[in-house]
């Protein structure tokens, strides 16, 4: 199956700092990337859809500024939680899906998820 | 009412018993339909995906999709307490879009 990455996988930060995570597609070609949130004992909360070269698109309540993402190559977009606060902590996950060797992936592959804890 | 219904549970079993997950849904323009597991901290892994009626077997895991009844099920053959997690279902339109997820069912296999 299709393989996702995430880094950092936690991370710890103080109040007001901006962090970043990378999540990365090792094996096939992101053509998009999504990007939720989790609450413990919650479901996935979708944030942002990707597509290479485009800017994302985010959903009803997400701070687009706040949460700035970046999809500049096939196997990479980047999440930046700018001036983070303590009610930003809560677990990232990104997805992706896109084509292997020429065939469409179908649906979606996640990575590992990065766990932010604001101080 | 949520476009993708799952009962939370938990749902707790005896190890090597049936499991049986279901998901219900409203939109009849929903194709694809996937089973997710995940472990606590970690991400969702892909369990099952199809797009058609019927049933899909692979090992232990049956996937079943009753569009007519908007209604999918999964089962788990031989559980074990590696099976203990929380089941996702996610639903789409189409291959590449947005997944709409149910609320998951936590699932404990006693040993």
């Known amino acids: 199956g299709a393989v996702v990455s995430q880094h950092p996988s936690r991370v710890i930060c103080k109040s007001g700092t901006s962090v970043k995570i990378e999540c990365r597609s090792l094996d096939f070609q992101a053509t998009t990337m999504f990007w939720y949130r989790q609450f413990p004992k919650k479901s996935l909360m979708l944030m942002a859809t990707s597509n290479e070269g485009s800017k994302a698109t985010y959903e009803q309540g997400v701070e687009k500024d706040k949460f700035l993402i970046n999809h500049a190559s096939l196997t990479l977009s980047t999440l930046t939680v700018t001036s983070a606060h303590p009610e930003d902590s809560s677990f990232y996950i990104c997805?992706?899906?896109?084509?292997?060797?020429?065939?469409?992936?179908?649906?979606?592959?996640f990575g590992p998820g990065t766990r932010l804890t604001v101080l | 009412q949520k476009e993708v219904e799952q009962d939370p549970g938990p749902l707790s079993v005896p190890e090597g018993a049936i499991v049986s997950l279901n998901c219900t849904y409203s939109n009849s323009a929903f194709q694809y339909f996937m089973w997710y597991r995940q472990y606590s901290r970690k991400g969702p892994e892909l369990l099952m995906y199809t797009y058609s009626s019927g049933n899909k077997e692979d090992g232990r895991f049956t996937a079943q999709v009753d569009k007519s009844s908007k209604y999918i099920s999964l089962f788990i053959r031989d559980s074990q307490p590696s099976d203990s997690a929380t089941y996702l279902c996610?639903?789409?339109?189409?291959?590449?879009?947005?997944?709409?997820f149910g609320g998951g069912t936590r699932v404990l296999v006693k040993p």
């Open positions: 996610a639903i789409t339109e189409a291959a590449g879009n947005k997944l709409t």
């Open positions: 997805s992706a899906s896109g084509f292997t060797s020429g065939t469409h992936t179908d649906t979606q592959y």
